[in-house]
């Protein structure tokens, strides 16, 4: 079966940098595109771009292109999403969905918390 | 704000119908296809429907969905306790170059 499990929870000072791991099993990794999406507390969802593992293209959100960096190791099936310059703003659950190239499907890890506090 | 505008909230009573909708633009619903994900708090979002109407394996026959134009929207019946949730649409948008997300509706069973 399809999963991916995505690495624990973290807690950042403001200005520091998180990455975030995502690994991908059941399902042939480079067949599907990875998105990023994140949920800061009691907001709507957020796309925030995603990782074409078989070429390693990635498609940013504009909101997003000069912070995050998404990368992929397709000997471990990992899909990994870096943001740096860490703000307040960027406490959020970060997930990681396979999907086309056009929208997530049903396949979601279970989330990541990212925390930013001083 | 969102690209994509939903209703904050819907309600209902068990066994009754109910309408989400969806409202977006030419660049996105207009000329792209919906799906919907249903999102229980504290886990992840779960795709509901996609390509407009289809449901994937598991997602029984009370989840529809349909599309006009820029808009879309997805309907429930026979309501149930377990359908209180949380519900986005999202479509691919053009002009972005990327998929976007309506604010979501918090459906209450009453």
């Known amino acids: 079966q399809v999963q991916l499990v995505q690495s624990g929870a973290e807690v950042k000072k403001p200005g520091a940098s998180v990455k975030v791991s995502c690994k991908a099993s059941?399902?042939?990794?480079?067949?599907?595109?990875m998105h990023w999406v994140r949920q800061a507390p009691g907001q709507g969802l957020e796309w925030m771009g995603w990782i074409n593992p078989s070429s390693g293209g990635t498609n940013y959100a504009q909101k997003f292109q000069d912070r995050v960096t998404m990368t992929r190791d397709t000997s471990i099936t990992t899909a990994y999403m870096e943001v740096s310059r860490l703000t307040s703003d960027d406490t959020a659950v970060y997930y990681c969905?396979?999907?086309?190239?056009?929208?997530?499907?049903?396949?979601w890890g279970q989330g990541t918390l990212v925390t930013v506090s001083s | 704000q969102s690209v994509l505008t939903q209703p904050p909230s819907a309600s209902g009573t068990p066994g009754q119908r109910v309408t989400i909708s969806c409202s977006g633009s030419n660049s996105n619903i207009g000329s792209e296809t919906v799906n919907w994900y249903k999102n229980l708090p504290g886990t992840a979002p779960k795709l509901l429907l996609y390509n407009n109407d289809q449901r994937p394996s598991g997602v029984p026959d009370r989840f529809s969905g349909s599309k006009s134009g820029t808009s879309a929207s997805l309907a429930i019946s026979g309501l149930q306790s377990e359908d209180e949730a949380d519900y986005y649409c999202a479509a691919w948008d053009a002009s972005l170059n990327g998929p976007v997300f309506g604010g979501g509706t918090k459906l209450t069973v009453l």
């Open positions: 969905a396979r999907g086309t190239i056009g929208l997530p499907d049903n396949h």
């Open positions: 059941g399902y042939t990794f480079t067949h599907y595109y």
